[in-house]
T-cell receptor, first 112, second 117 residues
């Protein structure tokens, strides 16, 4: 079993749709959770950073963490074609990157 | 956010040659830099972590004599792929973090695409 699992997609949605991206993990020691967006042939860009279970909202993005189920989600509201990218979840044991692991990424296409 | 640059953005070389990739933090002092490799449609895999002025720490399975990392200043780290082979063709990404900074301030470079013929 991989440490972090993520549906690779591709996921295609119409513009304006609500997108749900998910990751599951097996290591209960993970405490910090991140979502990155990576455009084609570019480096990842941090979107959301969370520590505790619950929801965190930033504009059209909401990150959700359920540590009891070892499950994290990223919701994108009112999706735009510019949101088309690969979304990577990542997690670590501490705030300094101990056991920092990326998920394989989900490729999202938002169709105009 | 802070800016991390990489040079070159793309390189093609012949098998057996060495290639050097530079990673620079442009507006902050990066006490820690990370090097990742990403194969097509796969996630980023950490290769090594380097702290300024000390030897890099390599992940299991990464050959330190093949992937030479130098982090001689607070704004520059280099990765040299020695005696490159076609299987080394990949997307190499660096990231940088300042002293005492947490994960949320780890900034990624734009990546370097290496193709070994």
């Amino acid at each position: 079993q991989k440490e972090v699992e993520q549906d690779p997609g591709p996921l295609s949605v119409p513009e304006g749709a609500i997108v749900s991206l998910n990751c599951t993990y097996s290591n209960s020691a993970f405490q910090y959770f991140m979502w990155y967006r990576q455009y084609s042939r570019k480096g990842p860009e941090l979107l959301m950073y969370t520590y505790s279970s619950g929801n965190k909202e930033d504009g059209r993005f909401t990150a959700q963490v359920d540590k009891s189920s070892k499950y994290i989600s990223l919701f994108i509201r009112d999706s735009q074609p510019s949101d088309s990218a690969t979304y990577l979840c990542a997690m670590s044991r501490d705030n300094y990157g101990q056991n920092f692991v990326f998920g394989p990424g989900t490729r999202l296409s938002v169709l105009p | 956010g802070a800016v991390v640059s990489q040079h070159p953005s793309r390189v093609i070389c012949k098998s057996g040659t060495s290639v050097k990739i530079e990673c620079r933090s442009l507006d902050f002092q990066a006490t820690t830099m990370f090097w990742y490799r990403q194969f097509p449609k796969q996630s980023l895999m950490l290769m090594a972590t380097s702290n300024e002025g000390s030897k890099a720490t390599y992940e299991q399975g990464v050959e330190k004599d093949k992937f030479l990392i130098n982090h001689a200043s607070l704004t520059l780290s280099t990765l040299t792929v020695t005696s490159a082979h076609p299987e080394d063709s990949s997307f190499y990404i660096c990231s940088a973090r300042g002293l005492g900074q947490g994960q949320e301030t780890q900034y990624f470079g734009p990546g370097t695409r290496l193709l070994v013929l």
